[in-house]
């Protein structure tokens, strides 16, 4: 008879928590250190959660590619649910204030970003309710709902006093125009669907970019070299122009390397989004039990030696002969994820990022505010749902004036 694989090596663990107690602090810090003792496919146990921690190029592509189909199904918790099903509203009730959908995004994007030890201990359900979290989600939940339907609503009136082709369709007409036509895809897509790829759209794109712009000023604004060659490009480019267009966009070559070369450094989703295995597996020898999260620390994977030299710096050049793109093609650089799982909105997000990037680059002068040196600022970090630099940024910006 053959034996069962062992599970992942993995550290020791305590009763009741598990690994818990090894994660305090910064995850994706504190399990690339772990990876680094116990090798590049790690078992925790988080509560009553098993998981699977991969920290290596070659384990992320089995994952992902190899046995994506095994790998494809996204662990369910409280939070989740609030974009996997909508209860309808009335017309009447559908909220009228688009400023009201902002704060709601933050909400989500708090609660997501949150330790819920309801997650951590599935079974007991009474955890749910005493933690606050459940009622926390219902009124989001109906919140979320009541925009959403208001967004659908306008979208299809206008459809109706246009026709089909006159004006440029947005992502929501498209989906609307496929969900109208069943016969168009192998499965149908119904409203509940459409407002789950929206809020995705709004909450992940809009919180990934500003993370993603924060990360790349301030690694510009710490490397002087780099600073003066993403402007010197960007005047060069914009100069004498009107208005700014994609096609000139198109054309900052230096400032998307800088741009991808900050997403090699500060991921924004560091963790990326768990995965679950649908059935047992056997990865590098292990066993990977059935219903395990699974997790890939890409953060630790675009800072590791064995893939990129001089990994700590911000090197944008190192990008100019490389074929990587974000498509998680090469898995050494996957910051959106790979396979079918792939982030949706990776030409959404870094659109959001090179315009104003680009624009903030042209128009003004920078430097810290109260005489901080570049190797002087604190790069702390704080996880969240992305993850940002822990302390504010001051700076002081002198307007450009082209001779």
């Known amino acids: 008879t053959c034996s069962t694989p062992p599970l992942p090596p993995g550290p020791f663990e305590l009763p009741l928590i598990g690994h818990l107690h090894h994660l305090l602090g910064l995850p994706h810090r504190k399990l690339k250190d772990l990876s680094k003792i116990y090798g590049p496919i790690m078992y925790l146990k988080l509560g009553e959660v098993s998981t699977v921690v991969i920290s290596s190029p070659g384990v992320a592509e089995q994952i992902m590619k190899t046995h994506d189909l095994k790998f494809v199904d996204r662990p369910q918790n409280l939070v989740s649910n609030v974009v996997q099903s909508f209860w309808s509203v009335r017309e009447e009730e559908t909220c009228k204030d688009k400023k009201a959908f902002m704060p709601v995004a933050e909400n989500i994007i708090s609660l997501a970003a949150g330790f819920s030890i309801a997650d951590l201990y599935p079974s007991m359900k009474f955890l749910e309710t005493i933690s606050g979290i459940k009622s926390k989600i219902k009124i989001i939940h109906q919140k979320v709902d009541k925009i959403l339907n208001d967004i659908i609503r306008e979208h299809k009136e206008n459809r109706m006093e246009t026709f089909e082709g006159e004006v440029e369709e947005d992502l929501v007409d498209v989906l609307l125009r496929i969900q109208e036509r069943p016969n168009v895809l192998e499965f149908p897509i119904t409203i509940d669907n459409v407002k789950a790829v929206i809020l995705d759209m709004f909450i992940a794109g809009t919180d990934t970019s500003s993370t993603l712009m924060e990360w790349t000023f301030i690694e510009l604004l710490r490397s002087p070299r780099v600073m003066e060659k993403a402007q010197e490009e960007v005047r060069r480019i914009f100069n004498g122009e009107k208005k700014i267009d994609q096609a000139d966009i198109d054309k900052l070559n230096y ?149």
């Not at 390397?257 to 679950?276: F, G, N, T």
């Not at 997000?349 to 190797?375: Q, R, S, T």
């Open 255 to 403: 400032l998307r390397l800088a741009i991808k070369e900050s997403l090699r450094l500060h991921p924004p989703a560091p963790l990326l989004v768990p995965r679950e295995c649908r059935e047992r597996c056997e990865l590098e020898g292990y066993e990977i039990p059935k219903g395990s999260k699974v997790v890939v620390n890409a953060w630790a994977m675009g800072r590791d030696p064995e893939n990129w030299k001089d990994p700590e710096s911000f090197e944008p050049e190192r990008f100019q002969d490389l074929s990587i793109d974000y498509r998680g093609t090469n898995f050494k650089y996957i910051p959106f994820g790979a396979g079918r799982r792939m982030c949706p909105g990776i030409l959404f997000g870094i659109a959001n990022v090179e315009l104003p990037l680009a624009l903030l680059l042209y128009h003004f002068d920078w430097k810290f505010a109260n005489g901080v040196k570049p190797e002087e600022l604190d790069m702390t970090e704080e996880f969240s749902i992305s993850l940002r630099r822990k302390q504010n940024l001051h700076v002081i910006p002198t307007r450009y004036s082209p001779s």
